[in-house]
């Protein structure tokens, strides 16, 4: 699968610690079999997904 990341989510990952950062692309590398994912609504989010990480 794969995915296209935009360039201010390229940036905000810039901006977190190497911890979160892993935290968060194990998650999308197990995408779509697991994960807290869903479709956002709206006019301008078409085919744009939201998904939740717990980093506790």
Same mark, same amino acid.
């Given at each position: 699968?794969?995915? *296209?990341?935009?360039?201010?989510? %390229?940036?905000? !990952?810039?901006?977190?610690?190497?911890?979160? /950062?892993?935290?968060?692309?194990? #998650?999308?590398?197990? *995408?779509?079999?697991?994960?807290? %994912?869903?479709? !956002?609504?709206?006019?301008?989010?078409?085919? /744009?997904?939201?998904?939740?990480? #717990?980093?506790?």
């Amino acid at each position: 699968m794969k995915f *296209l990341y935009s360039k201010t989510s %390229i940036k905000y !990952l810039q901006k977190l610690e190497r911890g979160i /950062i892993n935290k968060i692309i194990e #998650a999308i590398e197990k *995408l779509p079999v697991e994960g807290d %994912i869903n479709k !956002l609504k709206g006019k301008k989010a078409k085919n /744009i997904f939201r998904l939740r990480i #717990a980093v506790n």
